[in-house]
Nanobody, 115 residues
Framework: QVQLVESGGGLVQPGGSLRLSCAAS????????MGWYRQPPGQQRDLVAL???????DYADSVKGRFTISRDNAKNMVYLQMNSLKPEDTAMYYC?????????WGKGTLVTVSS
């Protein structure tokens, strides 16, 4: 069974930084696109960033220039470096992987940006 476990969330001041991690198991990790999504309370879950199996990346307009997605295929890990954080970045952040048509999500890690 595919399992995804996020970590690294917490409370941070506006303008601060956090680095989120996603540990993947149960798949041949290097074959698949990985994604970070976020969901503010009471709102829909939206794409933050994607990274292909070869390292090609894409970002939501709201985080371009501030967030960086990366992966380490040898460690089955995906990361999201978040800089210049804003209160509107406050959300549950989720790691996502699709394997053989099945969608897998981690349980999320909470990021709160507040003064």
């Amino acid at each position: 069974q595919v399992q995804l476990v996020e970590s690294g969330g917490g409370l941070v001041q506006p303008g601060g930084s956090l680095r989120l991690s996603c540990a993947a198991s149960g798949s041949i990790f290097s074959r698949y696109v990985m994604g970070w999504y976020r969901q503010p309370p009471g709102q829909q879950r939206d794409l933050v960033a994607l990274i292909s199996r070869t390292g090609v990346t894409d970002y939501a307009d709201s985080v371009k220039g501030r967030f960086t997605i990366s992966r380490d295929n040898a460690k089955n890990m995906v990361y999201l470096q978040m800089n210049s954080l804003k209160p509107e970045d406050t959300a549950m952040y989720y790691c996502r992987q699709v394997v053989q048509g099945m969608e897998y999500w981690g349980k999320g890690t909470l990021v709160t940006v507040s003064s």
